[in-house]
């Protein structure tokens, strides 16, 4: 059974930085999905950025040249840098995650596995 669990976040003012984490543990194949996604008071959950096992990398219109997704196999960690962050970027971040896939293209709806998320305040 996969398991993640989301560290960092917090509050920052616009402008800041934040970090976050994702410890992953038991997957069973080597193809896999991973990424984080978020959702907002009202809005729909949506990815913020993905890694699949090849180490192709999606990010979110929205995030690209802010934040950085990043994974280390070896401590099995996924990562997510956020810099520059809006009020926008409000939200609870999720860490999730499938498996045998080919890609990332399924969406929040395809993933199999979450973390119980990690909340984001950023003020005006």
């Known amino acids: 059974q996969v398991q993640l669990v989301e560290s960092g976040g917090g509050s920052v003012q616009a402008g800041g930085s934040l970090s976050l984490s994702c410890a992953a543990s038991?997957?069973?194949?080597?193809?896999?999905?991973i990424g984080w996604f978020r959702q907002a008071p009202g809005k729909e959950r949506e990815a913020v950025g993905t890694i699949d096992s090849d180490g192709t990398i999606s990010l979110s219109d929205s995030v690209k040249g802010r934040f950085t997704i990043s994974q280390d196999k070896v401590k099995k960690t996924l990562a997510l840098q956020m810099d520059s962050l809006t009020p926008e970027d409000t939200a609870t971040y999720y860490c999730?995650?499938?498996?045998?896939?080919?890609?990332?293209?399924?969406?929040?709806?395809?993933?199999?596995?979450w973390g119980e998320g990690t909340q984001v305040t950023i003020s005006s």
């Open positions: 038991g997957f069973t194949y080597s193809t896999y999905c």
């Open positions: 999730a995650a499938e498996e045998i896939v080919a890609d990332c293209s399924g969406g929040p709806d395809a993933m199999d596995y």
